[in-house]
Nanobody, 115 residues
């Protein structure tokens, strides 16, 4: 049984930082394309950042230079370091694992950027 569990969300002021974590079980994150997506109220879910099994990273235009995705193959975890947060980063953030035709999602963690 595959499980992805996100943590690390919360309330932060504009300009602040958060680090999200995604704990995986039932899969090896080193073998999957792992990604972070987000969905704000009334908006479609969008890609934030992704990392392939080979370590190639990709970022959404709105977060380039501010967010960093990383992976710890020993701990079987994926992280999203978010710096210089803006109110428009407010959303539920989801972890995703993909391999071939398999796609798995976590339940999400809320990030709220507000003063």
């Amino acid at each position: 049984q595959v499980q992805l569990v996100e943590s690390g969300g919360g309330l932060v002021q504009p300009g602040g930082s958060l680090r999200l974590s995604c704990a995986a079980s039932g899969i090896r994150v080193s073998m999957y394309a792992m990604g972070w997506y987000r969905q704000a109220p009334g908006k479609q879910r969008e890609l934030v950042a992704a990392i392939t099994s080979g370590g190639i990273t990709n970022y959404g235009d709105s977060v380039k230079g501010r967010f960093t995705i990383s992976r710890d193959n020993v701990k079987n975890m994926v992280y999203l370091q978010m710096n210089s947060l803006k109110p428009e980063d407010t959303a539920v953030y989801y972890c995703k694992a993909a391999f071939g035709g398999e796609n798995y999602w976590g339940r999400g963690t809320q990030v709220t950027v507000s003063s």
